[in-house]
Structures are given as structure tokens and as C-alpha cells.
């Protein structure tokens, strides 16, 4: 058959078969209803929200049905390829803790599907275009960009659907001598999938019944989709050879036996080549997930896109650099990822999130809200459940990778727990930790080198009360005190010089005080803490120490009063 021949001629050094591939790649042993799923991202240097977003989804799917999850890096795109990509990707994944059972790793490939890097599957692609073109599915195709131009403006002039297909494309039907004459040319040549489809016009014009072909894909979470069937002889391999995307997704997830594919909606208008693609290969797609956007809410309160430009919050870097818990991003994922997470979680407090019956049926189609906010109060209450001493931990590698000038924090481990510890044992217990780099900030205080006054004292208390008021406190100062002996001194300091002892009273006699406790308490906490609101006062000198405390309020008084 020619077309037998013109597949010889194109790739004459391919010797493996596709059953050769199949029988390397065999179906996986798995239990019944064990999904396997890959993340597939593109070594660009940015790994954003939606990676770890997809990932999450594959994650879930595959490890809540004892299946496998895996990497496959895709840089058939040269021109997008960073240098140290790999890394980034695998790092930043690895924080958040999503974990891969396969696929490419720092060390080399792990896995029997491999290799799990685009790049260095070239005789695979190659393989499997040479069967098509055999088949007379898919042909080389010479075309230079100044001829695509050209059709196109002979297509617009016809007002006719653009692109290369049927009468169109040209070398569709090119015979063996002509492909060896454009060979010998030395003309470069890509291979196009030769279309079964028809386009709109020819559905429009009702001229052809077989135009109608519309293709029915069940996705998971957006439910049966019907599109009209492609038509367009789509790029499969590119002149260098490289597969595009299409081609490249389609014999990757064949091979590697993936059953869900999760990928962003912005792949949902090429869902028909990729169907058309396993058709002419003879095999059965995977079982399509296709997420919605990740939107915000802009300062209008209107929601769009996040942008790379515009949101330094898309890039996974910046959770890792502020320091947010990967717990508490997987929590918050969660909420956005399923709508009745929430709910569960309200019943199941201390449940790890594992036990949540992760489903793509309850996932938004329409675009996911990514809140910043929000994320800060799950984290909030995710902090919340973990012990001071994971804490510390967890802050002292993150302060190593991203804030080294906290390394001081770290010297003396005790001291630091008790510090993160204040308060949430409460009956309502104080909710002060978020992430990293505003736990750092809210306890610097507990450190000299970072210590600072940030605050004004109160207008109540006048300039030469100041050094009354911490005069008096260290003059009276116990440490063994307990809270109420040590706040009836405060009363007394404050009610000696012209303060009422209760706010309340102050309230309804304001003429009859200068201020009230309150206001001197603040003269304290500013001179110890250098802010005016801080958790119980009484519990953080317990912690400072006798000689931090009365250090801080000398030097105060030396240096301001
Ligand atoms: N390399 C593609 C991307 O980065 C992956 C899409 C897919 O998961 O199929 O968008």
C-alpha cells in the first residue's frame, strides 16, 4: 500500500512496533475501581495554584481508590523550558505534601511506565505516528507558513471556517513519489491527523449528513458533554519531530495506563481531537475531569480569572515563602474543591482530611472562588490542632529556607513552644497563628533582636504619668505574683494616680479620671511588648523571664522618659 510506504520512508529507523510498546506497557494490576492519575505540568519555572489545585484532585482520586498517582514532566514546548524547572516543580509539590507514586523524581525515573519526561519518549510518538500514517490516518504534510497564510485569507474571502482539512490540505492525499520528491527537496514537513470530521459550514448547508457527527464525552465532573466532532487535520508531530500536546497526551496516557485524566477547562476545546485521536488509534480514552478556573473576587467584587501578572498569590512560591502550613492549604482546598466539605468537616472536627469521601461530582464547574482571606481563617483553625512543638518545628525549616534573619528564634526550643502555646488551651482558645511569616512578626517581640516599639501610648495617659506608671510597676514588680495579685497592683497604680480601676466606672464619670486601667495597662504592654494589644499580659512575663520583663521596662524608661 502507498501510504504502508510512505510511513517506511518517513520513519525508516523506527523498528519497534506498537504491540511491542503495548506488551511493555501492560494494563496495571490493580483492584477493581483503582484509579490512576498523573499530573502532567510543563517545566516553565512556575508552578501556580492550579497545579497544586489538579494535583490535589489526582492525589485524592488515586490514593482514595488504592491507585497510583504520577509525574510526567511535558516539555515538548522548548521554547517554554526552564532551566532547574524540574526542581521547582517536585519541590514545591513535595512542600505541600502531594506525594507521587511514580513518575519523574530528583533521582531518575521510578516506575515501570517510564520514561515519565516528554522529551525522551521520541520513539514512542514516532512509533505510533509511523502506524497512522500507514493506516492513512495521519500524513506528512509540507506546507510552509506563507502557504497556511494564504489559505487563510482565501478562507476568510469565503467566509469559510479557517484551517487546514479537507479540500484545504493540500497534501492530504500526496502520492509516494511526491513525498519522496518534497524529501529530496529537503522541505521541511510536519504530520497531520487526517480528519474524518466536516466543518460547521457543511452542517449549516445540511449538504452532508455525516457533518452532524458530534461526539458525547461523559466527564466527571461536568457531566456528559456534546461537542461537535473535529475536523481539522491537527498537528501531531511538529517539524523537530517534538509531538504537539494532542498527540503527546494521547499515547502518554495510553501507555501509562492513566484512567482519569484531570486537567484544566482550558483543554475542554480540544477535547474533540484528543477523542478523534484515540478513535483512529483504536483505543479507549480515559474517564475526563476538567476543573473549573481558579477565579477571585476583584476589588469590585467581581469575579475573575487569577492572573500571573496581576496575583503574586498564583504561584505555589508564594505559600511556601510566606510560610502557610501545607495542612492548611490542603484544608482549604478542600472547601473550594468540594462543596460539602465544609459540612463534614463541621461534624468531624478532628478527622484527618483522608477520611473525607473526596468526589468529582461535588466540584464546581463553573469556576472555583480562591479567597485569600478565607484560606487565612482555615488556617487559622488548622494551626489550632497542631501541637506547639510540631509548630516550632515546622517554623524553624521554614525560617532556614525563606528567613534565616529569625534564626535566633530557634536557640531555645522550650522558650519558643510555651510562646506559640499562649492561649490555646482557653475555653476559647486564641486563634493567633496563620502562617510563617506572620507568626514570626506577631511573637517578635519575645526576641531582642526584634524587638521594636510600634505603638503610640494611649492619649489618656499624659507624658510625665508615663514614668510614674512604670516607676510604680517596677517598684512593685513580683514575678511570683499571681495574675490577680498582679493586676490589683496595676489597680492600685492606677487608681493612685488619678485613674479609675474599672473602664466602666471611667465611662460614666469621664471627668472624674484621666483614664481608666485599661490605658495603663497599655503604658506596660508598650513598654514590654512596644504594642498595645497582645495576649494576656500576666502570661507573657511569665514567659519572658524576671529579667527580661524588668530589662524592658528599665530601658523604656531610660530611653523615652
Ligand atoms: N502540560 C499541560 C499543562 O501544563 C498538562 C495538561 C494535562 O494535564 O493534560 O497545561
Redesign the pocket.
Known amino acids: 500500500m502507498e501510504s504502508d510506504r510512505i510511513a517506511e520512508l518517513l520513519f525508516p529507523n523506527i523498528d519497534k512496533t506498537p504491540e511491542y510498546y503495548e506488551e511493555k506497557y501492560p494494563e496495571r494490576d490493580l483492584p477493581e475501581g483503582a484509579m490512576v492519575t498523573r499530573?502532567?505540568?510543563?517545566p516553565t519555572g512556575f508552578i501556580h495554584l492550579g497545579n497544586l489545585y489538579?494535583a490535589f484532585v489526582d492525589e485524592r482520586l488515586a490514593h482514595q481508590s488504592g491507585g497510583k498517582f504520577f509525574l510526567r514532566i511535558?516539555d515538548t514546548d522548548d521554547k517554554r523550558y526552564v532551566e532547574g524547572a524540574v526542581d521547582v516543580i517536585i519541590n514545591s509539590l513535595d512542600f505541600f505534601g502531594i506525594e507521587f507514586d511514580e513518575g519523574a523524581t530528583q533521582e531518575g525515573d521510578k516506575g515501570d511506565y517510564g520514561p515519565y519526561t516528554q522529551s525522551l519518549r521520541g520513539d514512542i510518538y514516532q512509533c505510533f505516528a509511523k502506524k497512522l500514517v500507514a493506516e492513512g490516518k495521519a500524513y506528512p504534510c509540507f506546507l510552509t507558513e506563507e502557504e497556511i497564510a494564504e489559505i487563510r485569507e482565501r478562507q476568510e474571502l469565503a467566509k469559510v471556517t479557517p484551517g487546514i482539512y479537507g479540500e484545504y490540505a493540500s497534501c492530504r492525499d500526496w502520492s509516494y513519489d511526491q513525498v519522496v520528491k518534497a524529501l529530496g527537496e529537503r522541505r521541511p514537513y510536519v504530520i497531520r491527523l487526517r480528519s474524518d470530521g466536516y466543518p460547521p459550514e457543511a452542517y449549516i448547508n445540511g449538504s452532508d449528513d455525516k457533518a452532524i457527527k458530534k461526539i458525547r464525552v461523559k466527564d466527571a465532573i461536568r457531566g456528559t458533554l456534546e461537542m461537535p466532532a473535529n475536523f481539522l487535520d491537527t498537528v501531531i508531530l511538529k517539524t523537530t519531530g517534538i509531538p504537539t500536546?494532542h498527540f503527546a497526551?494521547v499515547v502518554d496516557d495510553h501507555l501509562m495506563r492513566t484512567t482519569h485524566?484531570?486537567?484544566?477547562a482550558e483543554?475542554l476545546p480540544s477535547l474533540p481531537i484528543h477523542i478523534e485521536l484515540f478513535e483512529k488509534l483504536g483505543w479507549k480514552p480515559p474517564v475526563y475531569c476538567h476543573t473549573a478556573q481558579l477565579m477571585k473576587l476583584d476589588e469590585n467584587g467581581n469575579k475573575r480569572k487569577l492572573s500571573k501578572r496581576k496575583d503574586p498569590e498564583l504561584s505555589l512560591d508564594y505559600y511556601r515563602n510566606e510560610g502557610y502550613h501545607a495542612a492548611a492549604l490542603r484544608e482549604y482546598l478542600l472547601t473550594i474543591l468540594n462543596s460539602n466539605f465544609e459540612e463534614w468537616r463541621m461534624k468531624n472536627e478532628d478527622a484527618p482530611i483522608e477520611d473525607f469521601k473526596f468526589t468529582t461530582k461535588k466540584m464546581s464547574n463553573s469556576g472555583a472562588l480562591f479567597d485569600i482571606n478565607k484560606l487565612n481563617d482555615v488556617a487559622k483553625d488548622v494551626m489550632l490542632k497542631i501541637p506547639a512543638k510540631d509548630i516550632a518545628e515546622w517554623l524553624r525549616s521554614w525560617s532556614d529556607q525563606f528567613a534565616p534573619e529569625y534564626a535566633d528564634m530557634f536557640e531555645d526550643m522550650d522558650y519558643l513552644e510555651k510562646i506559640l502555646d499562649i492561649g490555646r488551651e482557653d475555653r476559647k482558645p486564641r486563634k493567633d497563628l496563620v502562617y510563617a511569616r506572620q507568626i514570626v512578626d506577631f511573637i517578635s517581640y519575645f526576641f531582642d533582636k526584634h524587638f521594636k516599639i510600634e505603638d503610640q501610648i494611649p492619649e489618656e495617659v499624659p507624658a510625665e504619668d508615663v514614668k510614674k506608671i512604670l516607676d510604680a510597676y517596677l517598684a512593685g514588680y513580683d514575678h511570683s505574683d499571681d495574675q490577680n495579685g498582679w493586676f490589683g497592683k496595676i489597680r492600685e497604680i492606677a487608681t493612685d494616680l488619678g485613674y479609675a480601676a474599672r473602664p466602666k466606672d471611667y465611662k460614666k464619670n469621664p471627668d472624674d479620671y484621666k483614664g481608666h486601667v485599661g490605658h495603663v495597662s497599655t503604658v506596660i504592654r508598650i513598654a514590654l511588648m512596644g504594642r498595645a494589644t497582645s495576649p494576656d499580659v500576666w502570661t507573657i512575663q511569665q514567659i519572658m523571664g524576671e529579667d527580661m520583663t524588668r530589662a524592658r521596662i528599665r530601658k523604656y524608661i531610660e530611653e523615652n522618659c
Open positions: 499530573l502532567g505540568p510543563s489538579g511535558e500536546y497526551h485524566v484531570v486537567r484544566g483543554w
